[in-house]
């Protein structure tokens, strides 16, 4: 009898290792949404999670494993595809899974995504030890399209996973993301073409997501008109309307911002970059405090969100909060400062400036409680060195008005000190410190924060 080479049922025997993989992606990301949702006090460590995760996937791809190299190899294809709704829906911003921060759920998506790549590397050597060993590589692996198409999927995975990798990410920003969507959008596509049996069902899920984000940026992306002043050589203070906003957002919350406008295709490629909302809800206008090198013009841009964050959650019930903001993190700093003083929670606000033109922000962001400010960079020593008659006397004295006492210093905060003359009790549950800015002072104070047993909330201004 002549039988057709993937008839019966090794051809589709793989399929239910798919659908598991499925299923349980969705189930862990279902535990993460009611862990957010209810925040239990006894929180499981991230490696546990992840150790539970990489368990069950190597059982699913290892149980009643297929006898042949081939056979195993298509189980990885299948449980590679198997991950990309998990990836997809882990990177959607806002996040449909409720109480739950998008910009938290990166590190997963960074995660599943590498283990995707993992299971996909594996997929492609066990196909071309099995092409090699049958002598079939001109043939059937270069020679028939749906077989390349494979090894172009799994370059186009590659070039993604080592192009977000953080040096790389960091050095190019704009040429991460922009490969990023395009080639997500190629991976799943072209998979379609390659399996076999099909991947519809998953492919639907993958495509729906996909569909979804950019339906959601369309509906809810406004072109806003942005007044935009310099405050030093690279901090601007950008106002916008408040009618461009909802009347509610929460305190910590940010916006993307991008100048295309949303039909010029160039919109699609280039990150939006998110900036905080400077002010709060009740206030008149909207403020942001943005740190560029690169000149900011006032003009028509693309604004999408506000998005809410949560860290400010935990400070805004503290007893007493200690607030430590770096460079631009005076953006998330000053409104929740303003936010704890109207409900009389006593608030310290230590800034950390390398420029001290930088301080004009102050007067601004209408920061009545007391502040200070640390001015880090070269021109710090001044601080303590005008002299009557100095030229830079005047310009000294004006930035000591801005603050309210003899706040402005030179040097790095003694953090040790500060909490010792602003906490009353140094063992009280009630306190919070809260970092603001770039991820090396965000993680410092983080650091110090749990050596000393206090409760810590951070806002890293990175990715
Ligand atoms: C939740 C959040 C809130 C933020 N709030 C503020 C704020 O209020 N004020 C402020 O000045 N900055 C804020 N940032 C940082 C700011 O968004 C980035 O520094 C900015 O997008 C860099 O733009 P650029 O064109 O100067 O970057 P580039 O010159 O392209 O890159 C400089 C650095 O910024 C990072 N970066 C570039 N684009 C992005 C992006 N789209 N998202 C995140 N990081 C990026 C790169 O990794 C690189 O290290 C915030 C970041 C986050 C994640």
Known sequence: MNVKRHEGHAHTANLNYGYAVFVLSLLALGVLAIRNVFRPRLRVPAWVWSGIGIVLLVLVCALHAPDSLNGVAKRLGRVTYALFPAVLLLALRPSPLPSTYYIDLIFVHKWVSRTAVVVGVLH?????????????????????????????????????????????????????????????????????????????????????ILLGQIFYRIFTSRRVSLTVEPLSD????????????????????????????????LTWVKPTHPYTIASLAEEGDIKLVVRSIRRLTSGSYTVLGPFASDTANGPLTGRQVMVVAGGS????????????????????????????????ALEHLDVSSHVDVYVTGADSKGIDEFEIGDEEEDEGLEFQELLTTEGLHHGRPDYNYIAKTFFDDHDSAGNWVVACGPRAMVNDVKSWAKKRGINFSGEEYAL
Request: glycine letters at 6%; proline letters at 6%; one cysteine or more.
């Open 124 to 208: 492609g050597v066990l196909y071309f030890s099995h092409f090699v060993r049958k002598g079939e590589v001109g043939t059937k692996l270069f020679g028939k399209f749906v077989n390349l198409l494979g090894v172009i999927i799994l370059a186009l995975m590659l070039i993604m996973a080592i192009t977000s990798l953080r040096p790389l990410r960091n050095r190019s920003y704009k040429l991460f993301y922009g490969l990023h969507y395009p080639l997500a959008w190629l991976c799943v596509v072209l998979t379609i073409f390659h399996a076999r049996p099909g991947v519809s069902f998953l492919a639907f899920w993958c495509v729906f």
């Open 234 to 265: 690279t901090l601007y203070l950008v106002s916008m309307p408040r009618r461009a906003f909802p009347d509610y957002f929460t305190v910590g919350a940010h916006v993307r911002i991008s100048r295309d406008p949303l039909w010029s295709p």
């Open 329 to 360: 993190g005076i953006s998330y700093a000053a409104p929740l400062v303003k936010r704890l003083s109207l409900q009389s929670t006593p608030a310290r606000l230590i800034w950390t400036v390398r420029d001290k033109a930088d301080i004009a």
